[in-house]
């Protein structure tokens, strides 16, 4: 190989290598942001709502993870890491398959929150779970510090609050304004 090749072939490295080290920082630094967060759908859970009599104490009797969603939070959480989110505060829903998504994502104990719990059998209880959303972003928001803030829910209280429909392990980052709503959004697709 001749040394002008070498040469060409290792400057396209280090592009290549300053994109992404540029892409991947450009997430961190957002999340790093006050006005920031990411929400995101649970990881793949086959089926639609949740069985009849289901109860939020007794996960056997929830919609949950298969080994295949369990996989993709795990990625999830490498990919963050990539991305160069070395700490987070993570908050879930109360169901079960978004809890154990926050859990696997790697970042420590996710703390469980009434203002990401599911409407989908209840919609008349979406305006005061999005209230209740935006209240805990107000105090969660100042508190975490440089830390990213990650949110694990139901695609129908991210397509509620932002206007997106996610798929399964699918992010949303969000810039709130001092009241917790949401002024933009950028949709980031599941890691595979």
Wanted: glycine fraction near 8%; aromatic fraction near 6%.
């Amino acid at each position: 190989m001749s040394s002008r090749l070498a040469a060409f072939l290792f400057s396209l490295l280090v592009c290549s290598w300053l994109s992404v080290a540029a892409h991947a920082s450009e997430l961190s630094d957002q999340l790093a942001r006050g006005d920031q967060l990411l929400i995101m759908r649970h990881a793949r859970a086959p089926g639609i709502g949740d069985p009849a009599g289901f109860s939020l104490n007794d996960c056997a009797t929830q919609r949950n993870l298969n080994e295949e969603g369990r996989e993709q939070a795990r990625k999830i959480g490498n990919w963050l890491r990539q991305q160069g989110v070395e700490s987070a505060v993570v908050a879930s829903s109360p169901w079960c398959r978004t809890t154990e998504t926050a859990a696997l994502l790697g970042f420590g104990t996710p703390q469980v929150e009434d203002g990401l719990a599911s409407f989908f059998n209840d919609p008349a209880q979406a305006g005061r779970t999005i209230q209740r959303l935006e209240r805990y972003l107000r105090s969660a928001l100042p508190a975490k510090g440089s830390r990213a803030l990650i949110l694990v829910t139901h695609d129908v209280n991210i397509a509620r609050w932002t206007g997106e429909s996610v798929a399964s392990g699918e992010m949303v980052l969000v810039r709130v304004d001092a009241s917790g709503k949401p002024v933009s959004h950028k949709v980031y697709a599941r890691p595979d």
